[in-house]
C-alpha cells in the first residue's frame, strides 16, 4: 500500500493498520529516493551588468547537476600610480657557459636593484669535416710545404717630380718578391759663377762623377723601412729582404 496523504480523514477513527499502512508507504518513498555521490557544475555563464543571478540544480542518476548564471561586476576605479622604481643602472653578463652542441640555447635574468644580470648558456657548434690538403698551408688544412724564396727583383725605378713622394710598391709571383720604385730627382741647382779656363785633371773628374752619383743616391733617404713584423713566415721574409733593399740604396 502505498502512502495517502488524505488518510486519515477528519474526525475518522485511528486504526493501527491504518497508520502501519502510511508508515510503510513513507518507508518506500524514502527508499526511493537516490544516493547522491558527486557533484557537476555543467555551465558558468556571463551576464550583462545588472542582470539577476541565476542557478539551476537538477539531479541525474546519482549526480547533482548545477548550471549558473552570474551577472559581469562593474568597472572598477583607476588605481593610483606606483611609487617611483630604482632607477636602471647597467646590464652585466655575470657568466657565458658552453653547451653541448645538442642541448638548446639557455638565457636567465635577475635584477639585484641596479643592475639587470644576465647568464649564458651557448651550445658548441658540431666538429666539422676534416678539410682537403691546403697548396700553400692557409686554409685550415696540413699545407704542404710552399716554394722556397728566391730572390728580389727589381722590375722598374721610375724619376718622379722633385718634392713628390718617394714611393715603392711590391708583389710576390711565387718565386721572386718584385720591386717598383717611385724616386723624385733633385731641385735644379742654381748657376755657378764662371770659373777661371783651365785644364781639368783626371782626379778632379773622378772626384766631381764620384760626388755627383754619391749624391743622387741620397734620394733613397726618405723611403722608410718597414718596422712591425708580419705573424706570416712569407710575408716577413717579404718585409726583411724590402728593409734590406732600402737600407742598400742608402748613402
Given amino acids: 500500500m502505498s502512502f495517502d496523504p488524505n488518510i486519515p480523514a477528519t474526525n475518522a477513527e485511528a486504526t493501527s493498520a491504518m497508520f ?5 508507504g513513507l ?7 537516490p ?12 551576464l550583462p551588468q ?3 543571478a541565476n542557478a539551476s540544480v537538477s539531479v541525474i542518476g546519482n549526480t547533482l547537476h548545477f548550471s549558473f548564471d552570474i551577472p559581469q561586476g562593474q568597472e572598477g576605479l583607476v588605481g593610483q600610480d606606483g611609487a617611483q622604481g630604482p632607477p ?3 646590464a652585466i653578463v655575470d657568466s657565458v657557459t ?3 652542441p645538442w642541448e638548446s640555447a639557455s638565457v636567465g635574468v635577475s635584477f639585484d636593484g641596479n643592475s639587470v644580470r644576465f647568464t649564458f648558456g651557448i651550445p658548441r657548434g658540431n666538429d666539422g669535416n676534416e678539410g682537403p690538403q691546403g697548396i700553400s698551408g692557409s686554409d685550415g688544412g696540413q699545407g704542404t710545404q710552399g716554394p722556397p724564396f728566391a730572390n728580389a727583383v727589381v722590375d722598374s725605378v721610375n724619376t718622379l717630380n722633385p718634392g713628390d713622394a718617394a714611393t715603392v710598391e711590391t708583389s710576390f709571383d711565387g718565386n721572386n718578391v718584385r720591386f717598383t720604385f717611385g724616386i723624385p730627382r733633385g731641385q735644379d741647382g742654381s748657376a755657378g759663377n764662371d770659373g777661371a779656363p783651365g785644364e781639368v785633371s783626371e782626379a778632379m773628374l773622378s772626384s766631381a762623377i764620384n760626388n755627383a752619383i754619391g749624391g743622387t743616391s741620397a734620394n733613397t ?6 718596422d712591425n713584423t708580419f705573424a706570416d713566415p712569407e710575408m716577413e721574409a717579404l718585409r726583411q729582404k724590402m728593409n734590406e733593399l732600402i737600407i742598400t740604396l742608402r748613402r
Fill in 221 to 226: 733617404n726618405g723611403v722608410s723601412t718597414l
Fill in 20 to 24: 502501519r499502512a502510511q508508515f510503510n
Fill in 50 to 52: 545588472g542582470s539577476p
Fill in 98 to 100: 658552453t653547451l653541448n
Fill in 27 to 33: 518507508k518506500d518513498l524514502i527508499d526511493a529516493v
Fill in 35 to 46: 544516493t547522491l555521490n558527486a557533484a557537476q557544475v555543467d555551465s558558468t555563464n556571463t
Fill in 88 to 90: 636602471f643602472a647597467q
